[in-house]
């Protein structure tokens, strides 16, 4: 396994300090803002890696952006630019799989204290100016949080949003956890075939055909480039009942602008009954194991998982 690279702070805090002191109206120097940005983003890395999630300290930090010295500068949007694109870590990692939720987390903590500094200007010189300057932040913020938790091509859930109400459903002691992994039979053959463009089209047909096929509740999550992943608040046999759906729902071709494509899909399904401990990791390892031996028996078909060693109920279908 290849070594995390080395997250290059001091180049960016140089780069984004001298394009922060570019801008028209800036009253400091680089020399003045290097260095807190280089303590503000290493903290920040260091936050990626603890678990759970500090958010609180991640708004903290955020919140500095707005004191001196920046409170004279405006860097909204390249905050959002540098600390979003930032290669915290080797793709895949832990870090680099959690730094855009940090990130987002500093990012809307700095909007809201822009937006809190714009509403007490707006106490004292009511103006038209500064309403739709807030307005600005509050539809920003909106937008960052949004996405920082969900799939740019499809606008599904994202793996951060997934895990965060995995947790939120297995803190409950009276809820089931149910997930469901979706592999679709044979993708590589239409990106080879139709292209990536088509491609696209099919995952952004099956995400619609998913919203409309699941429970209002349901999380619904790509995963990976042709893997979604879901989970719901149901039973065990109501988990069965979602899969069976979901098969049928994602057989019918995709009319793309090349033509109909043909698609069906595989589903690996796992449950945890209230009350026991659920391990989202483990959880999702027995979705797949399920959704491999469903693929192994010809695909287009479900089968359930529901313990370390399961016995696999296929179903075509």
């Known amino acids: 396994m290849p070594a995390d690279i080395e997250p290059p702070v001091g180049a960016m805090?140089?780069?984004?300090?001298?394009?922060?002191c570019a801008e028209p109206g800036s009253h400091t120097s680089p020399q003045h803002l290097e260095p807190v940005l280089i303590q503000i983003v290493g903290r920040l890395l260091e936050l990626a890696k603890s678990?759970?999630?500090?958010?609180?300290?991640?708004?903290?930090l955020g919140a500095l952006l707005a004191e001196p010295p920046f409170?004279?500068?405006?860097?909204?949007?390249?905050?959002?630019?540098?600390?979003?694109?930032?290669?915290?870590?080797?793709?895949?990692?832990?870090?680099?799989?959690?730094?855009?939720?940090?990130?987002?987390?500093?990012?809307?903590?700095y909007a809201q204290a822009l937006q809190e500094r714009a509403l007490d200007q707006q106490k004292h010189q009511i103006s038209a100016q500064v309403s739709q300057r807030v307005q600005e932040i509050a539809a920003l913020q909106h937008r960052l949080r949004h996405e920082a938790t969900h799939d740019a091509l499809t606008d599904l859930a994202n793996r951060t949003l997934l895990q965060d109400k995995v947790a939120r459903m297995a803190a409950d002691p009276n809820s089931d956890v149910g997930l469901l992994l979706i592999d679709l039979d044979r993708f590589k053959q239409i990106n080879d075939g139709y292209g990536h463009a088509v491609g696209d089209e099919v995952l952004v047909e099956l995400a619609n055909r998913l919203r409309e096929t699941c429970p209002p509740?349901?999380?619904?999550?790509?995963?990976?480039?042709?893997?979604?992943v879901l989970a719901v608040n149901r039973?065990?046999?109501?988990?069965?009942?979602?899969?069976?759906?979901?098969?049928?729902?994602?057989?019918?071709?995709?009319?793309?602008?090349?033509?109909?494509?043909?698609?069906?899909?595989?589903?690996?399904?796992?449950?945890?009954?209230?009350?026991?401990?659920?391990?989202?990791?483990?959880?999702?390892?027995?979705?797949?194991?399920?959704?491999?031996?469903?693929?192994?028996?010809?695909?287009?078909?479900?089968?359930?998982?529901?313990?370390?060693?399961?016995?696999?109920?296929?179903?075509?279908?």
């Open 13 to 20: 805090a140089r780069a984004w300090a001298r394009a922060v």
């Open 51 to 60: 678990e759970p999630f500090p958010v609180p300290e991640a708004r903290q």
């Open 71 to 109: 409170e004279r500068t405006r860097m909204l949007a390249q905050a959002s630019r540098w600390l979003l694109g930032f290669p915290s870590g080797r793709p895949g990692s832990l870090v680099a799989t959690r730094w855009p939720f940090i990130a987002s987390q500093a990012i809307d903590s």
């Open 217 to 228: 509740d349901t999380v619904i999550c790509r995963y990976g480039g042709d893997e979604f």
């Open 235 to 317: 039973d065990y046999h109501t988990v069965a009942e979602i899969a069976h759906r979901i098969v049928l729902a994602l057989r019918d071709p995709v009319w793309s602008t090349a033509g109909p494509v043909p698609v069906s899909a595989s589903v690996g399904t796992a449950h945890n009954p209230p009350g026991t401990r659920c391990d989202f990791t483990d959880l999702l390892r027995r979705a797949d194991r399920a959704m491999y031996s469903a693929k192994t028996a010809g695909g287009r078909r479900f089968a359930f998982s529901d313990s370390d060693d399961p016995e696999i109920d296929a179903v075509a279908g």
